[in-house]
């Protein structure tokens, strides 16, 4: 028991990182390989665009007429959905690793918060970017619409980048509470939370069919726009980040 | 053991139940800074429940665990100071053993990166391959190379090395020792192989069924048992009155192994022509987990248990 004195000399050394750095490592910890958090979804996106691509060309030059409907394009929700997964699976398997590296919770979550919304800045920017360029090519000479669709890529700039952040954002935050209850409970929680989240929905529907309401939900999509539907998700996206940290909080990490 | 420095960790009346399977029952434990510690003891016995405790990786049901003198979960203060290797760990999907070494050093401040490039060398870990891929034992050299080069000042090694071969394993012992006498930290260590790693241990804790059941130095565990060997009459004779750990016949000759022996009682059983043989730690641990005994001689019946007096 020499070695009692170094010991302690060492464990004094050892600085603590500040609460900003601990966060940023667990941020840095999801880019850590570049293929899943970044190549990936560029990829998909690459291709659902390739595929649009060839179908635009391939009426456009047997009918020689300009594309109509494309602004209906529901191409990049796949984004969203490939994202709101991609939050799930990512916090099942980087958060037991992050875990083992020492992590608290409170850091892990925080910094995944801070991961996906980078993810989300960069997919706003390009989404947005491209929007424009089909604005100013007139969908690339034959109205073909793909990031310029009327749910998020028409209205001004600021309208853009509102609707395609938060709308990214949400599905992240549904897809971490989801993660988180996995993380927890595994998959019996996320049966549950499942069930809740049908409760929900078949409640709203049968409320608002005995009530005979279809007409005003209708209306109120049409009046609020993709902006405003946006804006309303801002709660159920905070509430689900929200219940999500304190969720993941009480989480073991078992082999 | 007098020393009078804090504790590394201190954990009392820790419980932890799954279900209704108890696997930690009220254990008091402290481990003392600057030694190397084997926590040891039989498969489901509570080793990596106490382990993920003591880290704050798991809950504990009740009872206070101290750790550099700080409660441990979610508390970044105490963890940045914590490696723990462990058997089962889980890497994400992708990730191939290079990411693993590149996110180390965020994490624990002391990473030593041309260490972890020598032992990664040593145990000839492909790292771009995908940890997927890695065989059982390159897939430990991983978590090994980790709890090595982080020098965290505490470090838990959960059954570092399934699956890694005798010669890798030495590896880890030579490179285990080597580091930690220019590097002093603390360790705990847990495994089954107990014989491989009682040279390392100073001090030795056994956990049985939730329960500690031997927290001592690893000296004074290795004189707390002797086998006397001899004649069966003598054998008897000698052992009549003491706690018998253990007792092996053939023939007339007889094997047992008794609690600690004080000098006298030492040449008395020289003199009665008896044979005085030390008890290796993996021994006396088998011997204290496990009550069975052996007898192949037939004319008496081997009634005799741990705890019992023959």
């Known amino acids: 028991m020499t070695a009692i004195s170094t010991t302690a000399a060492l464990r004094d050394t050892t600085a603590v990182p500040s609460t900003g750095r601990r966060i940023w490592n667990v941020t840095r910890l999801h880019f850590a390989n570049r293929f899943s958090m970044i190549a990936l979804p560029w990829i998909i996106i690459g291709f659902i665009y390739l595929v649009n691509l060839v179908i635009w060309i391939s009426i456009f030059a047997s009918t020689h007429e300009q594309l109509t409907g494309t602004q209906w394009s529901g191409s990049t929700m796949y984004i969203f959905v490939y994202f709101g997964i991609a939050a799930v699976q990512a916090m099942n398997l980087t958060f037991r690793f992050a875990m083992g590296m020492s992590a608290t919770r409170r850091d892990y979550y925080l910094g995944t918060v801070v991961a996906f919304a980078l993810q989300g800045l960069l997919f706003t920017a390009v989404c947005t970017l491209l929007s424009y360029v089909e604005d100013w090519t007139n969908g690339y000479g034959m109205s073909a619409h793909m990031f310029s669709n009327i749910y998020m890529g028409t209205g001004p700039l600021w309208q853009r980048l509102f609707t395609a952040f938060f709308a990214f954002m949400f599905c992240f935050a549904l897809g971490a509470l989801a993660g988180s209850v996995f993380v927890r409970w595994r998959s019996n929680g996320l049966y549950l939370l499942g069930a809740i989240v049908a409760v929900l929905g078949v409640g709203f529907v049968a409320v608002t069919t005995l009530t005979g309401s279809w007409p005003a939900v209708g209306a109120w999509f049409a009046d609020s726009r993709t902006v405003g539907v946006v804006a309303w998700l801002l709660i159920p996206m905070v509430v689900s980040a929200v219940i999500g940290y304190f969720v993941l909080r009480k989480a073991p990490s078992r082999a | ?310």
């Open chain 2, 1 to 310: 053991m007098t020393d009078t420095a804090t504790p590394v960790v201190e954990v009392s009346g820790l419980t932890k139940r799954f279900g209704d399977v108890v696997a930690l029952d009220d254990v008091t434990l402290t481990v003392r800074p600057g030694a190397i510690t084997g926590l040891l003891g039989r498969n489901g016995a509570g080793k990596t429940t106490l382990m993920q405790t003591i880290t704050g990786q798991d809950f504990a049901n009740s009872g206070e665990i101290r750790v550099f003198g700080e409660h441990p979960v979610e508390n970044a203060k105490v963890l940045s100071r914590i490696s723990f290797i462990k058997e089962g760990q889980k890497y994400p999907d992708e990730f191939k053993a290079k990411h693993v070494f590149a996110c180390a050093p965020w994490f624990y401040e002391n990473w030593d990166a041309e260490f972890a490039a020598q032992l990664i060398d040593d145990f000839q870990l492909p790292v771009n391959r995908r940890i997927r891929k890695l065989s059982r034992g390159q897939l430990s050299a991983v978590g090994v190379i980790v709890g090595l080069a982080s020098r965290a000042p505490l470090t838990f090694f959960d059954e570092p090395y399934l699956g890694l071969d005798a010669v890798a394993r030495q590896t880890f012992y030579d490179r285990l020792l080597a580091d930690y006498g220019e590097h002093p930290r603390t360790i705990i260590l847990s495994t089954h192989l107990i014989d491989e790693v009682a040279n390392m241990l100073e001090h030795v804790v056994v956990i049985d069924r939730g329960r500690i059941i031997m927290d001592e130095s690893a000296d004074s565990a290795r004189e707390s048992a002797t086998t006397v060997v001899g004649p069966r009459g003598a054998i008897d004779a000698f052992v009549a009155g003491r706690r018998v750990l253990h007792r092996e016949g053939i023939g007339g000759l007889a094997s047992v192994t008794v609690e600690r022996l004080d000098a006298d009682e030492r040449r008395e059983a020289l003199a009665a022509g008896l044979e005085l043989a030390p008890v290796s730690l993996q021994q006396l641990i088998v011997r204290t987990t496990n009550s069975a005994t052996t007898d192949f001689g037939a004319e008496e019946p081997s009634s005799i248990k741990e705890g019992t007096r023959s």
